[in-house]
């Protein structure tokens, strides 16, 4: 995230935003691989500590992402959004 003496010519002149996903608890082989994911050690702590009980999809992350690029999201500025479930509130 720019912060500073460039974040106001940035949004202000050239119309960008700059925002960040954070991502926590989404279905990502990287770091969630397969094995993981069916470890029932693992089902019960998102049922435990996930509000949502299940990973957040790849396809749910990515219409978030597209969503923030489009002219529907020009409100939102320097803003980090975590992608996890829920997870953040408990």
């Known amino acids: 995230m720019l912060r500073g003496q460039h974040e106001p010519d ?11 996903i954070a991502q926590n608890f989404v279905d990502n082989p990287t770091y969630f691989p397969e094995e993981v994911q069916r470890n029932p050690r693992f089902q019960e702590r998102l049922k ?4 949502l009980g299940r990973l957040v999809s790849a396809r ?7 969503y923030l690029c489009s002219d529907a999201a020009d409100c939102f500025v320097g803003q980090v959004f975590p992608i996890c479930g ?5």
């Open 60 to 66: 749910e992350d990515a219409e978030f992402a597209a």
């Open 86 to 90: 829920g997870w953040t509130i408990r």
């Open 10 to 20: 940035l949004n202000g002149l050239h119309n960008i935003q700059v925002n960040a």
């Open 48 to 51: 435990r500590e996930v509000p």
